[in-house]
């Protein structure tokens, strides 16, 4: 990460890799380079090495992955290296929008019922068409708004010119790949695109439907009045069974939303993680867990189960999951870009205060000398 406030090592300085973060457990007559440990020895000049020794204290750059870990375990033993198939990820604080070329065309899609954001939104659609000379698109009930046709539009603050100008930072929320897959119990037409042959047979036995999911997957019990059985496997292994109202998995960006209501963690969006909460478990030993974004979540009937299941994507695509039937999930690779006001964490703590009131009470009062003696 490059920060205009701080120093920078290039190449001219004989060295391109980064220097090393310098945590607590490090002792400060060792000094790591290039992933070794060099005992009580002086620099060379050749080498691009602050001239500061390595502090004992831990001291961090403004970034949002946490320091590299050092992986000495003696003369005979060290890390198997990654293939290079597996991606590198860039530090999620460093992420910034660019544009290759300007962009002409821009979607707008207001928000329904919300009658403050109709002045910045008349506002941002005269900045894009009058000063930008861009074609903006919406969508037709918002254009017919007697509302919007017949009031007259402001000029616009300078608030909007970062995203266009390719300097906002942008922040990644993953989403979840889903497949449901159903057996053919009914000989209904059913498109080519969603069918698995097994076989050879000339007959579909399962019915896949693929989605992408950018909160949370619900598989809740439904009109039924019996406790859900699902068995929940994790990269083909059954780890648990849910018995009760039945199970949320969420991504970061789901978890401030049905499974924090549920008793769940809160999540920074950019934490590659899942998380599995279930709903009003008749067990007091189950609680959430977060699991790693790469692993594949597979939700079944048992076979003892007393009723189906229903499953609901972001709170739509509502069906039906009998026995057979099985929900597989994991990390998508196609996330949401959403642009930052101010940066990722910042923005996320001030939703958290003004959407949940996250640690909102009042002060306590203080106490004076004479109260406190009584």
Known sequence: MENSGESKWTKSDASSEPFPYCCSACDSSEEPFRGKVFRNRTKARSMSMPSAPCSAKFRRTQSLHGPS?????????????????VMHIQDPASQRLTWNKPPKSVLIIKKIRDASLLQPFKELCVFLTQQKNMIVYVERKVIEDPAIANEGFVSVKKNFCTFREGNAAIILRSRLEVKVVKECREKEPVEET?????????????????YQVLNEVVVDRGPSSYLSNLDLFLDGHLITTVQGDGVIVSTPTGSTAYAVAAGA????????????????????????????????????????????????????????????????????????????????????????????HWNVRKRQSHLSSEEEEF
């Open 69 to 85: 870990p050092v992986t000495t375990f003696g003369p005979k033993a060290s890390m198997l290296k990654n293939p290079k198939a």
């Open 194 to 210: 969603s069918l698995i042959i097994t076989n050879g047979d000339s007959e579909p036995k399962h019915k896949t439907m693929q």
């Open 265 to 356: 963690s809160m999540i920074h969006p950019n934490v590659p993680a899942i998380m599995i909460t279930p709903i009003c478990p008749h067990s007091l030993s189950f609680r959430p867990i977060v699991v790693p974004a790469g692993v594949e979540l597979k939700i079944m009937l048992t076979r003892d189960a007393r009723n189906t299941a229903w499953v609901s994507l972001d709170g739509r695509k509502r069906q039906e999951i009998a026995y057979g039937d099985s929900i597989t999930i994991t990390s998508s690779c196609f996330p949401v870009p959403s642009i930052c006001f101010r940066d990722p964490v910042n923005d996320w703590f001030e939703s958290l205060a003004q959407c949940l």
